[in-house]
């Protein structure tokens, strides 16, 4: 499994935007870069996956060079409620039947504040 | 439709006592997973389940030990619980047939060894 480094915290406003970077030089060819988001006293929730270029949905972008050696999440215009530890998981989702292993390193305490 | 539910919610212990926390899914995935997260610290897989009837070890399985039985439940043991053992554990599930591999995770259990 590749491993990930990031930093352990950012501060940013309301309504700006915030980017988190990930490290992974080691990722592997059938490596694909996932990002989860934890709240205080939950599981974490899935919020975007990629493997290379780039990725929107209706929470985050994720922006994959072509080395693939890093990731960057992108959470535009943050609000309170977005405060959070953002984790980067590097791995192979595939194949199916030796079951997903993703590993959470420390992640990213992310903190909004107003 | 409840997604993955874990109990106890939370739960003390002495030390060398037993007990076993409960995972259900109703999801109909086929993998389950069983972290630990301690104070300010990544999630670390224990043991994970690829099938009904499978069990496998994770990073840190030592004192743990799993039984899937059913499809949609998850069980995970403590024989003799250890300080060392107090945390918060997660249950998770994903689909062998997603393409993201995305996992989905309870609310947490937290259990306290004095």
């Known amino acids: 499994l590749a491993k990930t480094t990031q930093p352990i915290s950012m501060d940013s406003y309301e309504g700006q935007e915030v980017n988190i970077t990930c490290s992974h030089n080691?990722?592997?060819?059938?490596?694909?870069i996932t990002w989860y988001q934890q709240f205080p006293s939950q599981g974490p929730r899935f919020i975007i996956q990629?493997?290379?270029t780039k990725v929107t949905n209706e929470v985050a972008s994720l922006f994959i060079p072509a080395d693939r050696k890093s990731s960057t999440l992108s959470l535009p215009r943050v609000s309170l409620s977005d405060t959070a530890v953002y984790y980067c998981?590097?791995?192979?989702?595939?194949?199916?039947?030796?079951?997903?292993?993703?590993?959470f390193g420390g992640g990213t305490r992310v903190l909004v504040k107003p | 439709n409840a997604g993955v539910t874990q109990t106890p919610k939370f739960r003390v212990l002495k030390t060398g006592q037993s007990m076993t926390l409960l995972c259900a899914q109703d999801?109909?995935?086929?993998?389950m997973y069983w972290y630990r997260q301690d104070p300010g610290m990544g999630l670390r897989l224990i043991h994970y389940?690829?099938?009904?009837?499978?069990?496998a070890k994770g990073e840190v399985p030592d004192g743990y030990n799993v039984s899937r039985l059913k499809k949609q439940n998850f069980l995970l043991g403590l024989e003799s619980a250890a300080p060392s053992q107090t945390s918060v554990y997660f249950c998770?599930?994903?689909?062998?047939?997603?393409?993201?591999?995305?996992?989905?995770f309870g609310e947490g259990s937290r259990l306290t060894v004095l």
């Open positions: 998770a599930s994903s689909d062998s047939a997603g393409n993201t591999g995305e996992l989905f």
């Open positions: 080691n990722i592997a060819t059938n490596d694909y």
């Open positions: 990629g493997y290379k």
């Open positions: 998981l590097v791995g192979d989702t595939l194949p199916r039947a030796a079951g997903n292993k993703l590993t």
């Open positions: 999801m109909n995935h086929e993998y």
């Open positions: 389940s690829v099938g009904e009837g499978t069990t």
